[in-house]
T-cell receptor, first 111, second 115 residues
């Protein structure tokens, strides 16, 4: 089992829809969870982080964390073609503090 | 502007050559990291440093070396021992453990190609 798992996609949604990106992790002691967006050929940029169970909202983005289920998700409301990118989930290791990255989910928003 | 810079943006290496990738940050971050990304893959940690003059191997350190003589700088050398070095190399920095959320921020990356 991979430490951080994401469906590689592509996930295709129409413009204006809600895109839901999911991530599961194996380290029960993990305390920090991050979502990065990576456009093709570019470096990852931080979208948001979450530490507590529940939801955290920032503009069109909502991160959801369920530690009991070891599951973190990212919702993108009113998806735009400019949201088309690969979304990387990263989880902080409880032992080392290092980030463990998933392989990313490719999102395609169709006009 | 605060941020992380990497140079060069593109680098071509001949077989058997060592090359050094530069990473500089002016965010006053204690921790710095090097990752490698292959097409369609996630990020794999090569080396990291949590404080000046100290660094640790990551998951794929073989064929690479680093130094951390200054807080601002964390250069990565790709040696001839690295059998498949063609990849996108990403440098990141973070405030450091014990200083609140240890969020990593990335530089623009260096794309290395072996000819």
């Amino acid at each position: 089992q991979k430490e951080v798992e994401q469906n590689s996609g592509p996930l295709s949604v129409p413009e204006g829809a809600i895109a839901s990106l999911n991530c599961t992790y194996s380290d029960r002691g993990s305390q920090s969870f991050f979502w990065y967006r990576q456009y093709s050929g570019k470096s990852p940029e931080l979208i948001m982080f979450i530490y507590s169970n529940g939801d955290k909202e920032d503009g069109r983005f909502t991160a959801q964390l369920n530690k009991a289920s070891q599951y973190v998700s990212l919702l993108i409301r009113d998806s735009q073609p400019s949201d088309s990118a690969t979304y990387l989930c990263a989880v902080g290791s409880s032992n080392t503090g290092k980030l463990i990255f998933g392989q990313g989910t490719t999102l395609q928003v169709k006009p | 502007d605060g941020g992380i810079t990497q140079s060069p943006k593109y680098l071509f290496r001949k077989e058997g050559q060592n090359v050094t990738l530069s990473c500089e940050q002016n965010l006053n971050h204690d921790a710095m990291y090097w990752y490698r990304q292959d097409p369609g893959q996630g990020l794999r940690l090569i080396y990291y440093s949590q404080i000046v003059n100290d660094f640790q191997k990551g998951d794929i350190a073989e064929g690479y070396s680093v130094s951390r003589e200054k807080k601002e700088s964390f250069p990565l050398t790709v040696t001839s021992a690295q059998k498949n070095p063609t990849a996108f190399y990403l440098c990141a920095s973070s405030p450091g453990r014990g200083q609140g959320p240890d969020t990593q921020y990335f530089g623009p990356g260096t794309r290395l190609t072996v000819l």
